[in-house]
């Protein structure tokens, strides 16, 4: 199985990431995760990272793609992945389609994940990652309706996405998301 997660700060990408990874036995690449753990080792590079993340701005392609490259080619020979977070712009959708390409593999369904503003913000302030401030919360949220809602519109045109109500239980949304995939 080949997913992608799309979807708004707070929107369950994490957490559908993990519940579906486990169910379909593939990897969860989440881009923000993978990032961070370049912030841990402490690189240069991982300080350039940090620079973004800290106010919530898109990390520049080149980087993006230089950390989270391997991480999907390994995955996909392994049989298969949860892509949550990535790509998240249009150029970063265009990169992963070639990607695919050249790897001969396609994804399932790119599933949008609809949460309303209000209710992202409540479950991120409830969580309080380091940039879960108030502030940086807004402009995260700005900055994915701005750069990242194209995307809704990109795979719906290739007849390859799947909305779902993302304000349902945690439960409730994986199940959608497993029945729905496996009919494609
Ligand atoms: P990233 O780590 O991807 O963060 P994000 O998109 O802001 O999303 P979150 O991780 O905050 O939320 P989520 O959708 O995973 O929801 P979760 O399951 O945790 O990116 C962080 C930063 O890294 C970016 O700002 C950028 O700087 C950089 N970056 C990453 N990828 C990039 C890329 N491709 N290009 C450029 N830059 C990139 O849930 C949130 C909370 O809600 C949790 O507490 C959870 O328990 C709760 N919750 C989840 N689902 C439900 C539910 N159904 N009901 C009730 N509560 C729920
Ligand atoms: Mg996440």
Known sequence: ??????????????????????????????????????????????????????RGDLVPDQIVFDLVTPVVVAAAARGGYILDGFPRTVPQAIEAADLGRRLDVTLDAAVYLNVPDSVLTERLLARARADDSAEVIRHRLQV???????????????????????????????????????GR
């Open 1 to 54: 199985m080949r997913l992608l997660l799309l979807g708004a700060p707070g929107s369950g990408k994490g957490t559908q990431g993990q519940r579906l990874a486990s169910h379909f036995d593939v990897q969860h690449v989440a881009s923000g995760d993978v990032l961070r753990a370049e912030v841990r080792a402490g690189t240069p590079l991982g300080r350039e990272v940090a620079s973004y993340q800290r």
């Open 144 to 182: 994915f309706t701005k750069t990242s809602s194209p995307l809704i519109d990109y795979y719906r045109d290739r007849g390859i996405l799947m909305e779902v109500d993302g304000s349902q239980s945690a439960e409730a949304i994986t199940a959608e998301i497993k029945s729905r995939a496996s």
